[in-house]
């Protein structure tokens, strides 16, 4: 009964998973049984600054108490454009939805209607959402013409993207990516050194719209948006997940040449100019910028991830980490089947340390050191069993 990312069906075996949650404060959550677990999802990322965090909430409830779902958007839809123009590097105007895909479907659409190009590239295993065309051949529902404009490429790759520009003169209207790669079931990668520069300046040169799909990264990794800490400028940023600590609300922001393009392209939905998560957002990145939460975040990750790798070299495993501390993917190397890991995330899982074994964690600012050294002492009691069972 439970569908999507939060299906069952990756979490294995699933007799050691919750599947219904009941409450949540600060980074941890309890199921229906009363079973406690520290979360290391946060809620598959919105969750930044710690579950029903009292300044998010109180914005958030002050607003509905004034009238949250009305037939005219509240003022805070004009306060949080500014909030966010002003903290992100390149934004000249912001853009409210709902879902991190309504905004990557947007940015395409912007980017069409601005070139006049039907073709879009992507990275092979990158997730912009669940729109036909951003779904991989072969899934359910999906026709042919959905990607017959879709150009896959390798990531780091930037000799495929020299070659697919070339062979699709003036027809690639936008190339869509995260900041770095993180796709499921496999290493995360940053980007090779000069891979962004180069690409910045072949879409320049191209006049191929960027995309910034910083959806799960984002002010995880820099408030001014992921692109900073890599070093280049997109042309349009995503936002969702981490932006309303949890409430529902994506954005897309952009330069000033985008911004007539955007004003003409039609895109809306029932409950898109609400104004508590617009307050709860607002609140929430304000918190953000004041903790300097990617430095907290990160520092966090770090140690976590430190003291896990640890542990498991003292059973005799290698514990690979990849990507971001701020949101590691984690892969026990001794076992190519990836069973031995599953087994171990699924221990640690029952014993009150949340895991998932093929989808990136995350971190928050919420994670105490006492959380930190309660799922050292879970993982190392997981891995004496996982030591012999496969021993």
């Known amino acids: 009964g439970i569908y999507g990312h939060f299906s069952p069906a990756p979490l294995v075996p699933p007799t050691d998973y919750p599947f219904y949650a009941a409450r949540a404060k600060g980074a941890k959550f309890w199921d229906i049984d009363g079973n406690e677990f520290v979360d290391y999802m946060c809620a598959y990322g919105p969750m930044v600054l710690g579950y029903a965090h009292p300044k998010v909430e109180e914005a958030a409830r002050r607003a509905n108490m004034s009238g949250s779902t009305l037939s005219a958007p509240g003022p805070v839809m004009v306060e949080l454009a500014e909030y966010l123009v002003d903290m992100v590097t390149i934004a000249n105007w912001a853009f409210f939805a709902k879902n991190g895909g309504d905004v990557t479907n947007y940015a395409i659409m912007v980017a ?18 669940v729109q036909p065309w951003m779904q991989a051949p072969g899934h359910h529902g999906v026709q042919e ?3 017959r404009d879709i150009i896959r490429i390798h990531w780091n790759r930037f000799e495929e993207l020299e070659k697919a520009v070339s062979e699709n003169p003036g ?28 690409v910045e300046a072949l879409c320049k040169k191209e006049g191929i719209v960027l995309i910034l799909d910083d959806v799960r990264c984002g002010f995880r990794l820099d408030l001014r948006g992921s692109n ?31 911004k007539a393009e955007v004003a003409r392209v039609f895109h809306t939905g029932s409950y898109w100019y609400q104004s508590s998560p617009m307050a709860a957002a607002l609140a929430c990145l304000k918190e953000l910028k004041r ?22 070299s003292g059973y005799g495993y290698t514990l690979k980490v990849t990507g971001s501390p701020a949101m590691p993917y984690l892969r026990i190397t001794d076992d190519e089947s990836l069973m031995l890991h599953q087994d171990w995330c699924a221990e640690c899982t029952k014993r009150g340390a949340y895991f998932t074994s093929h989808h990136n964690w995350f971190v928050s600012a919420a ?20 030591k012999k069972k496969y021993s």
């Open 171 to 198: 027809q690639i209207a936008a190339l869509i990516s995260t900041p770095y790669h993180h796709p499921t079931f496999v290493d995360n990668e940053m980007p090779a050194e000069g891979f962004w520069k180069k």
């Open 291 to 312: 903790i300097n939460a990617p430095k907290v975040i990160q520092a966090k990750g770090k140690k976590m991830l430190d003291g896990l790798v640890d542990i498991a």
């Open 112 to 129: 069409r209607s601005a070139t006049g190009r039907r073709k879009v590239v992507m990275f092979s295993g990158g997730y912009h959402g």
């Open 145 to 147: 013409e959905d990607y």
């Open 228 to 258: 900073e800490f890599f070093g280049f400028k997109p042309d349009l940023i995503c936002f969702c997940k981490a932006i309303g600590n949890g409430h529902p609300i994506s954005a897309l922001v952009g330069t000033e040449a985008l």
């Open 367 to 386: 994670h105490t050191d006492a959380d930190i050294k309660k799922t050292w002492n879970i993982a190392d009691e997981a891995f004496k069993v996982v």
